[in-house]
């Protein structure tokens, strides 16, 4: 059994930066790749970035690539989510999922375990 907590919930303006962290509980938790998922209101759940177990291969959505990066610290159970250069479409409610399918990391049926999430608000 994994439970995850995200924080790092922001409001900031366009161009500005925010770490979002996503702490676990869980013996397991290291033999499981992480993804970091978003929800604009009316949009479905999108791919944003994601992580292997082991924290030497990730990936990331075209709309993010170079703007976000995601890593892992093992010694404390987090994964984390920098993000810069935000702009108003990144605005969203951002989950972080733990699962093992990571040939599937795309899709939110892969991940077995969610966070609550935690609200990102850019302006213009």
């Known amino acids: 059994q994994v439970q995850l907590v995200e924080s790092g919930e922001g409001s900031v303006q366009a161009g500005g930066s925010l770490t979002l962290s996503c702490v676990a509980s869980g013996r397991t938790f290291s033999t499981y790749a992480v993804g970091w998922f978003r929800q604009a209101p009316g949009k479905e759940r999108e791919f944003v970035a994601a992580?292997?177990?082991?924290?030497?291969?990730?990936d990331y959505a075209d709309s993010v690539k170079a703007r976000f990066t995601i890593s892992r610290d093992g010694a404390v159970n987090t994964v984390y989510l920098q993000m810069y250069s935000l702009k108003p479409e990144d605005t969203a409610v951002y989950y972080c999922?733990?699962?093992?399918?990571?040939?599937?990391?795309?899709?939110?049926?892969?991940?077995?375990?969610w966070g609550q999430g935690t609200q990102v608000t850019v302006s213009s």
């Open positions: 992580i292997n177990w082991s924290g030497d291969v990730t």
């Open positions: 999922g733990a699962g093992r399918a990571w040939l599937l990391r795309y899709a939110a049926t892969t991940y077995a375990y």
